[in-house]
């Protein structure tokens, strides 16, 4: 008969759904269940950790996990986050309202609504707002994409 999750438990898995899943996160979530079960005075090895994590989530085992997911995958950001950055040189603050992992797993798409629109034209003969903007960005928030003299398109931060 399986045993049954205590509330504790389920709260440890909680945590860890809002990270894309990769082996790290689940290695993490195999660590919090170990000290969990230790508290309870149950103590489990970690490979037994491992394994049990894995079905949680669905896998067979822990080998079958392993495989199917990825290394590592961490989210610099998360929608509903607050963040501050500059798009096209221009200085703004927003919501991020969406974030997409890439197949390269080291870039991500992200989209941000300003606080208040953004002018991204440099001219003074005309001006051209966004309120939003989709940009891809790396691991640190900086997108690849480059202006003319070699700025990034889109510079982010958290707030």
Do not use: C
Not at 13 to 37: H, I, N, Q, V, Y
Not at 50 to 57: K, N, S
Not at 75 to 84: A, D, E, I, L, T
Request: hydrophobic fraction near 40%.
């Amino acid at each position: 008969m399986a045993r049954r999750l205590t509330q504790r438990e389920k709260q440890i898995m909680t945590s860890f759904s809002l990270d894309t899943p990769s082996t790290a996160s689940f290695k993490a979530e195999a660590r919090a269940l170990r000290a969990e079960r230790a508290r309870a005075g149950e103590p489990i090895s970690h490979g037994a950790a491992l394994e049990e994590i894995a079905r949680r989530h669905g896998y067979r085992d822990w080998n079958t996990a392993h495989a199917a997911v990825p290394e590592r995958a961490v989210s610099p950001f998360q929608v509903g986050q607050r963040v501050r950055g500059a798009y096209l040189r221009q200085p703004f603050t927003g919501l991020v309202i969406g974030v997409q992992l890439l197949a390269d797993m080291r870039h991500y798409q992200v989209t941000v609504k300003f606080d208040r629109p953004v002018d991204v034209v440099t001219s003074k003969l005309f001006t051209a707002f966004r309120q939003r903007v989709t940009a891809i960005i790396d691991l640190r928030g900086i997108s690849p994409a480059r202006t003319s003299d070699g700025e990034p398109h889109l510079r982010l931060s958290k707030i």
